[in-house]
């Protein structure tokens, strides 16, 4: 679950709640409604290359329960991938280049996956962790205990970013503090910049303060379709050096709109960054994010 490593990277990102405001209605926060059988739209994002287009999944979610600390829903998510064949026979066509022999890179083979489960927490009040949808398992995960909530902030660290402007927040990211990582993820980020056609600007961050989000506006709005309708809700934005997210201004229901993250967010170990390379040269998009696109309700 806890998978992700992030550091920064000053890299655009495809639209987080860029759906155009004109004509869309404004709506108090107080008035979108949550309980059972609520359902959500979610998209994933990613970097901004102008290769980079497939790959990032779809979430179809519906609340089973919603209680004063307790969410329990299910989930459903559809996205692009490499068959393991394909992946196979491009890394045996990559080992004879390294041995000198003039082979072409096979076309990558890319099918459409369904996925599913089910989650449960029991952080909605009290907590200081949110489980994105981009780590979320096939099964049934339950999140006890831990203070993880799901697609809502904990109400606790809602307050503390409305009251005192900042909050500690984990994206099940990791720290890195070793100096052979350092500088690992400096090559990586070189290599983004040769993909981005341009030096890639930012210095790699890192340490414990990377959980620490400070709200950079109180006043904003974003654009989504509730029940079939466009619509336009306050909200606040925050940022840490690692990811920003928007939340909705409701201090019952304190929903994540979009979390942005660092194109760091898909590299756990060395091994990592060809699989991410890969799918960039494949044109596969690395999932770096997400967005809540629309809420309804069950019929």
Known sequence: MWRRLLVVLLLPLVGVGCVPRFGATSLAAEDLSFSQGTTFDLQETSVSLPFVGKG?????????????????????????????????????A?????????????????VSVEESG????DALAEGSALYLPLDWDVGEERLVGD???????????YQALVDAGTAEIRLGLIDVLASDAAGMLQTFKDLLGTFADQPVSGDVVMGADAATFTVTSLNETFVLTVDGKRVKVPVLHAESPLASIVVLKNEQYPLVLSVTLEPWAAITDVSDISAF???????????????????????
């Not at 990559?94 to 890319?110: D, W, Y």
């Open 94 to 110: 990559l080992a004879q280049m390294t041995e000198g022999a003039e082979v072409a890179l096979p076309q990558a083979e890319i």
């Open 56 to 92: 990032l999944a779809t979430y179809s979610v519906t609340l089973d329960v919603i209680a004063a600390n307790e969410l329990q829903l299910h989930w459903s998510s559809v996205k692009e991938q490499e068959t393991a064949a394909s992946q196979e026979a491009r890394e045996a």
């Open 277 to 299: 390379i890969g799918r960039l040269e494949r044109g596969l998009a690395p999932p770096l994010g997400y967005k809540v696109e629309g809420i309804g309700s069950r019929e």
């Open 118 to 121: 089910t989650l449960f927490t």
């Open 147 to 157: 203070g993880t909530s799901v697609l809502f902030i904990p109400r606790s660290t």
